[in-house]
């Protein structure tokens, strides 16, 4: 039962207002530290096995930030990088609600591919993939961050709750938010979503526990019908 811990990057000047994409040289703000410091502050009980992160800035910051007072380094891997939006590069997200092109990112996402840019539904693949491979070789016992962008967190979850990418426009990813996989054999179960707050210790599962809220008839697989008792 391989968990995924997906944070997205702190704020940066360009959050909201602008589409960023791959703009270079674009670092956490003041607020944004903040952000990645308290998210570092959070995740300090749980030990972790890895910590991969997108090679932009505002990611390498965060990720940095939560690796600072621990033995593991921050690893990079492309494919969690952000979607590559082309010609929508660096434009104010204002003037980009105006493009013909923005009512179909909003209802039909798997049909967009950007003006010079990728397709979200490459974004997902390249992603998914990813962490398929990040699953195998950390193993099923393993913990691990990745810290990533908006849309390829919610191309992941899409793909994890098995929902279509023309969905994927349903879930929230905040800055310096946790969201959290654990992959069975069976199917992933998505354990928080864009959570800001809490105690993150039992996102890592009590050894010899097979089933998700410790019954013995359960594997971990198995999802526990009528809700089960939690993980407290």
Excluded at 200 to 220: F, H, I
Aim: charged residues 20%; glycine residues 10%.
């Amino acid at each position: 039962m391989t968990t995924l811990l997906l944070a997205r990057h702190g704020l940066t000047p360009l959050t909201g207002p602008v589409l960023a994409g791959w703009t270079p040289d674009v670092h956490l703000s003041e607020a944004g530290q903040a952000q990645a410091e308290k998210l570092a502050v959070r995740l300090a009980p749980l030990e972790l096995d890895a910590i991969v992160s997108s090679p932009l800035e505002r990611c390498q910051e965060t990720a940095q930030a939560i690796a600072a007072d621990r033995a593991t380094e921050v690893l990079t891997d492309e494919r969690f990088g952000e979607c590559h939006y082309g010609d929508w590069t660096g434009r104010p997200i204002a003037e980009l609600a105006k493009d013909p092109l923005w009512p179909v990112v909003q209802a039909h996402p798997s049909a967009v591919t950007f003006p010079g840019g990728e397709s979200l539904s490459a974004v997902q693949h390249r992603a998914v993939a990813a962490v398929r491979e990040w699953n195998e070789r950390l193993g099923p016992k393993a913990v691990y961050l990745v810290c990533s962008h908006g849309d390829v967190i919610k191309a992941i979850v899409a793909d994890a709750m098995g929902l279509h990418l023309d969905q994927f426009q349903r879930i929230v990813a905040d800055p310096a938010s946790l969201t959290a996989i654990r992959y069975t054999p069976l199917r992933p179960f998505v354990l928080r979503l864009n959570d800001l707050g809490g105690d993150v210790a039992a996102l890592r599962p009590k050894e010899g526990s097979e089933g998700e809220d410790g019954g013995e008839n359960l594997t971990g697989s198995d999802a526990a019908v009528g809700g089960g008792s939690g993980t407290t």
